[in-house]
């Protein structure tokens, strides 16, 4: 199921707390975990939506700080290098 721009309000996951923020994730499929992580202005839903179930295979999409039901970072931690260590914080 993929996010289409007519749908009203994006699909809602679980929200999962790192370092006193909220970020909102969706997963699919059970097995092996691999992150999925969409670019500038996009949404975990929108990223999940281009990959099918697949036996064993655990997707895992995020929606990165500031965008969709995520909260952002802190002003002037919205470099690759803190989004990076949000994601490991996440995955601990």
């Known amino acids: 199921m993929g996010f289409r721009a ?3 309000v994006p699909e809602k996951g679980i929200m999962v707390g790192v370092d ?6 969706l997963r699919r499929g059970e097995g092996r975990p691999v992150v999925l992580l969409h670019g500038n202005g996009g949404l975990a839903q929108e990223i999940l939506g281009a990959f099918p179930e697949t036996p ?3 997707w895992i999409a995020p929606d990165r700080p500031g965008y969709g039901y995520s909260d952002a970072l802190p002003d002037g931690q919205q470099d690759p ?3 990076a260590q949000w ?6």
């Open 87 to 92: 994601l490991d914080a996440y995955q601990s």
């Open 56 to 58: 064993s295979i655990c």
């Open 6 to 8: 007519l749908d009203p």
């Open 81 to 83: 290098q803190s989004q």
């Open 20 to 25: 006193g923020r909220q970020f909102h994730v």
